[in-house]
C-alpha cells in the first residue's frame, strides 16, 4: 500500500506484467495466467483469452460456485476457478486494480500456497495510482452459520482474520489462528501456506470431476498414518493458517479492502460468500471509507496491507 505522510492512501496497480503457467487443482488442464495493469477503480477482473477475451469481474455478485474453492462466472459460460489463493495474494500485497490474463478455467494451483503468486507480484512491482483506495468498514456484527459452522465480521480498525478448525484426524484436530493483516503480515505468515486433503476422499473427488489436477506437489495430502508429503510442513499450524488464507481471498471478493473483523468456526467457502451477501444486505453494517478519513478521527490507525515483511 502506498502511504503519504499526511496519511492519505492511493490505489495500486501492478508497475508492468508477470505470467507463470501451472496446473489446475481440479480441472487438470495446464493454463497460462498473466497479471496486467488496470486503471483506476477497476478492480480485480479476469480475462478469458481462450473465450474471445470475455471479462469475468472477480466479486461476491458473479461466484457461481464454491465447492472446494470459489468459482465466479458471467451469463455466456465464461468461468475462472480457485480464484481465493491469488485473490489473497493480490489484496496481501495491496493490489487494488489487475487484469487477469487467463487461457483456461482455472489460476494455476502452483505449490497450492500464495507464495508463488506474491512473488508474481513483486517481481511486476507496485505503481501508485492517483485515487484514494476505497475501503469496506464494518459498522455492525453481522453472523451466518451452516449446521456446526459459522462465521462473522464485526467492526475493527484493521482487517483482522480468526479462524478456527477442528477436524477427527489426528494429523490436522483442533487449530486456531489470528492475523491481523498490516506490515506484512500476509506475505510472513499466511502466504507459504498449502491447500490439503486426504488420501481417502481423492477417488471420489475425481469421479465428481474435482482434484483432477491435485498431488502431493500442489496439496498436503493427508493419509491414514499421517501426512504423506516428503518436505513435511512448513508451519506447525499450517492447516489454520491455509483456511485464513482463503477466508482473506474470499473477503476480497466484497470488491474492496475491508475495515473489520472476520471470524470463523469450520467455515469454507461457502459460509465465506453467505457472510459478503448478509453484509450487503444490511445497509446500517457497512459504508465505504477511505484510509485518509479514517486518519482524521480519534485513535484510528490507518490500515496498511504491504507487500513485503
Request: with cysteine; proline share 4%.
Amino acid at each position: 500500500m502506498s502511504v503519504r505522510r499526511d496519511g492519505t492512501t492511493f490505489q495500486n496497480t501492478l508497475k508492468t506484467s508477470a505470467a507463470c503457467t501451472g496446473t489446475g487443482l481440479h480441472c487438470g488442464e495446464t493454463v497460462t495466467m498473466t497479471l496486467s495493469p488496470a486503471a483506476p477503480n477497476t478492480g480485480i477482473v479476469f480475462q478469458r483469452t481462450d473465450m474471445g477475451g470475455t471479462i469475468v469481474p472477480a466479486t461476491w455478485r458473479h461466484v457461481v460456485d464454491t465447492r472446494l474453492c470459489s468459482v465466479v462466472g458471467v451469463e455466456n459460460g465464461a468461468r475462472v476457478g480457485t480464484i481465493e489463493h491469488l485473490m489473497a495474494a493480490l489484496v496481501g500485497c495491496g493490489v487494488d486494480n489487475a487484469r487477469v490474463e487467463i487461457d483456461g478455467p482455472e489460476v494455476p494451483a502452483m505449490d497450492g500456497s500464495a507464495a508463488p503468486f506474491v512473488s508474481m507480484i513483486e517481481r511486476a512491482g507496485l505503481a501508485r495510482q492517483g485515487v484514494r483506495r476505497r475501503m469496506i468498514e464494518v459498522l455492525k456484527p453481522i453472523t451466518v452459520a451452516d449446521k456446526s459452522a459459522h462465521a462473522s465480521l464485526a467492526p475493527s480498525d484493521s482487517f483482522k482474520v480468526s479462524c478456527e478448525i477442528d477436524f477427527d484426524n489426528p494429523a490436522i484436530q483442533r487449530q486456531a489462528a489470528t492475523v491481523t493483516l498490516m506490515n506484512g503480515a500476509f506475505k510472513s505468515k499466511i502466504s507459504r501456506a498449502r491447500t490439503f486433503g486426504f488420501e481417502s476422499e481423492v477417488e471420489a473427488l475425481r469421479k465428481a470431476g474435482l482434484a483432477l489436477g491435485g498431488s502431493l506437489e500442489n496439496a498436503i495430502v493427508i493419509g491414514r498414518d499421517g501426512i504423506l508429503n516428503g518436505d513435511g510442513l512448513r508451519y506447525d499450524d499450517e492447516f489454520v493458517r491455509h483456511k485464513i488464507l482463503d477466508c482473506v481471498g474470499d473477503l476480497y471478493l466484497a470488491g474492496a479492502p475491508i475495515l473489520g473483523h472476520f471470524r470463523g468456526y469450520r467455515s469454507g467457502h461457502a459460509l465465506n460468500l453467505r457472510v459478503l451477501e448478509t453484509l450487503f444486505a444490511a445497509p446500517t453494517a457497512w459504508r465505504y471509507t477511505t484510509a485518509s478519513a479514517r486518519a482524521k478521527t480519534a485513535a484510528a490507525p490507518v490500515l496498511q496491507l504491504a507487500a513485503g515483511d
